[in-house]
Each structure stands twice: as structure tokens, then as C-alpha cells.
């Protein structure tokens, strides 16, 4: 199966050089380009490809709005991009509802990599960037530890697995941390979506560190 991803950004040389990794991947096909967020909203409702690969910083409306609506109407996931030290960018991202962020300098194969994890509904979760990143987010912004809706209704075992999600681990590290299998995670990762009324596996691993339940 052909994963359809949309690129959005506002340099042009960048938005090249983005789809030709991707386009470069058997399995991928650039279907449009989109060198701002309102164009990326339009185009994306109008070819619905199965990820945008989102910047953060475009005219017009700028990539966290754009994810939202992207999101909102189920229209696509959303991958965005961005750098270190846009914090306050990146965490709105998450809070829109994007499956994921890499930074700028990520290489193809993990660029590619990323668009595949995404496009198959999972989130892009890498413990060595994440956990700084959402530490970070969380930090700048204002905030006073409350328990969410639903999370009283979590078993103890999709409670253990959203503390997991929350340290950055992925579906194989949750697995062997718990001693249960992959698709197990899965099925529990889905489940605390669902009860927290979540988008994505991101926004889930920034609810556990506003609620406090990661360190």
C-alpha cells in the first residue's frame, strides 16, 4: 500500500528537498506541497492523503492551527517539524493532536521511518529526543496538577501502560517492561485513548506529564 503524505512549508528549497526523501521510499508517494497552513488545510481536505508532514512556522495560518483542523475533522494525522528550542510551538503541536515531531536535522531514514510509524496510527515516540521535549514543553508552560477526565477510569494496567507512553517508550519497550506482548500494548494504548478522549499516543504522553504521573 502507497502512504499519500502532503508537505507542508514555507521555504520552498526545504519543501524539495523533504519530498524528494519521501519520494525516494517505494512505498511513499508526495501527493501535493503546501507553502502555507491554509493551503495545507485545503489541499489536504481536498486529496486526503494519510499524513502531513506539518511545519510549525508558516504565514497565514501556521502549522499548529493547521493541525488542529487537520485533526479535528479527521481528516489526516499530522507530522510536524521543528527545532529544539521552539518549545512553546511544538507543545501547542502536541496539544492540537499531531501524532508526532522530529526535528529539522532528522535523516532520511528516519524521516521515512516516521511517516510509515504515523501512517500505520501509531505515534512517533523517541525516548532520546521525547522525554526532553515534553519535559520541556511542560515546564514552560503554567501549569497546576489535576487529574484528567477519565483517568480514574483506567485498570491498572492501561494506568501502567500511560506511564509508559508518558516516559517516551515505545509499543516493543512497554512490552518487555510489562511482560506482555505488542499487540497487547496496543489494544491498551487504544483504550486510554478512547477513555481520555485523545487523539493521539503524543497528547497522551503529555496528559501523564501534566497529571504528574511521570517524574
Do not use: W
Not at 17 to 33: K, N, Q, R, T
Not at 76 to 85: G, K, M, Q, R, S
Not at 86 to 113: N, Q
Not at 194 to 202: E, G, I, Q, Y
Request: net charge negative; aromatic share 2%; charged share 25%.
Amino acid at each position: 500500500m502507497t502512504i499519500r503524505v502532503l508537505v507542508a512549508d514555507d521555504h520552498a528549497a526545504i519543501r524539495n528537498g523533504l519530498a524528494m526523501i519521501l519520494d525516494s521510499a517505494p512505498d511513499i508517494e508526495v501527493v501535493a506541497e503546501a507553502g502555507d497552513g491554509a493551503a495545507a488545510v485545503r489541499k489536504a481536505t481536498a486529496l486526503r492523503p494519510d499524513v502531513v508532514l506539518m511545519d510549525v512556522r508558516m504565514p497565514e495560518v501556521d502549522g499548529i492551527e493547521a493541525t488542529r483542523r487537520l485533526v479535528a475533522d479527521g481528516v489526516c494525522a499530522v507530522l510536524v517539524l521543528t527545532t529544539f528550542d521552539m518549545d512553546s510551538y511544538v507543545y501547542g503541536a502536541l496539544r492540537a493532536g499531531a501524532s508526532g515531531f522530529l526535528l529539522k536535522a532528522v535523516d532520511a531514514p528516519r524521516l521515512i521511518d516516521a511517516i510509515r510509524v504515523v501512517a500505520a496510527g501509531d505515534g512517533v515516540i523517541e525516548p532520546s529526543v521525547t522525554r526532553r521535549l515534553i519535559h520541556a514543553f511542560a515546564a514552560a508552560q503554567p501549569r497546576e496538577v489535576v487529574s484528567p477526565p477519565g483517568l480514574d477510569q483506567l485498570t491498572d494496567r492501561e494506568s501502567e501502560v500511560l506511564v509508559c507512553v508518558g516516559e517516551g517508550l515505545s509499543n516493543q519497550q512497554i512490552a518487555r517492561r510489562l511482560g506482555i506482548g505488542e499487540a497487547t500494548v496496543k489494544t491498551h494504548v487504544s483504550r486510554v485513548l478512547t477513555k481520555l478522549d485523545l487523539r493521539s499516543r503524543v497528547q497522551a504522553a503529555v496528559l501523564a506529564q501534566e497529571a504528574g504521573l511521570v517524574g
